[in-house]
């Protein structure tokens, strides 16, 4: 993902039929589709709150047992990970080869009638601002601050989301998740974005560093061989 505002598509609705599969979605419930700078990801907007604030991740299937919609689109194939935001569920699927075309009318099909059904949609543990504690100094409570109010909006913008994980020798640790994971931006990003802003306002920021949670890492692994072994 980019610091950058990406292009937005007309909107989908149930007055614009899906060619000829014959799905459609609820009468009130018109949904918005953006590219985001992951080819890989999509954004897909409802038009009403899914989370209403914060943002959840869900980078595997084995992660989604929190949400009844995330394990409905875990089912479509080619679908890799899914991300909830305030107003927004980014999508993001597995091979650049494999077409949006047939994965974007089951998701809005899936997202439709998720809405219809008034089901929570999650009952897991959200990510919201960055929490502060007694424990930090100034120095992480304005990198905090400035992650919450500068950086992780326009992040967001664009499907994904950043996590504070730490400040250690100068350094700050971050977690990229929705559109962000895989991107071919995220580096570009980390560094000219998101380190250059923090270390215009806050001088002890001398690097940024992106990290991962010892289980994402270890799903990662297993959906990686999982894909290899049905390619082959």
Same mark, same amino acid.
């Given at each position: #993902?980019?610091?950058?505002?990406?292009?937005?598509?007309?909107?989908?609705?149930?007055?614009?039929?899906?060619?000829?599969?014959?799905?459609?979605?609820?009468?009130?419930?018109?949904?918005?589709?953006?590219?985001?700078?992951?080819?890989? %990801?999509?954004?897909?907007?409802?038009?009403?709150?899914?989370?209403?604030?914060?943002?959840?991740?869900?980078?595997?299937?084995?992660?989604?047992? %929190? %949400?009844?919609?995330?394990?409905?689109?875990?089912?479509?194939?080619?679908?890799?990970?899914?991300?909830?935001?305030?107003?927004?569920?980014?999508?993001?699927?597995?091979?650049?080869?494999?077409?949006?075309?047939?994965?974007?009318?089951?998701?809005?099909?899936?997202?439709?009638?998720?809405?219809?059904?008034?089901?929570?949609?999650?009952?897991?543990?959200?990510?919201?601002?960055?929490?502060?504690?007694?424990?930090?100094?100034?120095?992480? %409570?304005?990198?905090?601050?400035?992650?919450?109010?500068?950086?992780?909006?326009?992040?967001?913008?664009?499907?994904?989301? #950043?996590?504070?994980?730490?400040?250690?020798?100068?350094?700050?640790? +971050?977690?990229?998740?929705?559109?962000?994971?895989?991107?071919?931006?995220?580096? #570009?990003?980390?560094?000219?974005?998101?380190?250059?802003? +923090?270390?215009?306002?806050?001088?002890?920021?001398?690097?940024?560093?992106?990290?991962?949670?010892?289980?994402?890492?270890?799903?990662?692994?297993?959906?990686?061989? #999982?894909?290899?072994?049905?390619?082959?």
């Amino acid at each position: #993902v980019c610091l950058c505002h990406s292009s937005e598509a007309p909107p989908y609705s149930e007055r614009r039929a899906l060619g000829n599969t014959g799905l459609a979605l609820s009468r009130n419930l018109s949904i918005q589709t953006q590219e985001t700078p992951n080819p890989k %990801s999509l954004k897909f907007l409802p038009g009403k709150p899914v989370l209403g604030s914060g943002t959840q991740d869900f980078p595997s299937p084995s992660s989604a047992g %929190s %949400s009844s919609l995330a394990r409905e689109l875990f089912e479509i194939e080619g679908v890799k990970s899914v991300f909830f935001g305030p107003d927004f569920i980014t999508v993001t699927k597995m091979d650049e080869d494999v077409e949006w075309t047939d994965i974007k009318r089951h998701v809005l099909d899936a997202i439709s009638k998720f809405f219809e059904s008034g089901d929570p949609i999650s009952t897991g543990a959200v990510h919201s601002e960055s929490t502060l504690s007694e424990d930090d100094d100034d120095v992480v %409570s304005m990198i905090k601050e400035l992650l919450d109010t500068r950086i992780r909006p326009t992040v967001q913008e664009d499907g994904g989301d #950043v996590i504070f994980k730490g400040f250690e020798n100068g350094t700050v640790k +971050l977690k990229l998740v929705g559109s962000c994971t895989g991107c071919p931006s995220s580096t #570009v990003t980390l560094k000219n974005g998101i380190q250059n802003m +923090l270390q215009f306002y806050i001088p002890e920021v001398d690097n940024v560093e992106q990290v991962e949670d010892e289980v994402d890492e270890i799903n990662s692994k297993v959906f990686e061989e #999982v894909e290899r072994k049905l390619q082959e």
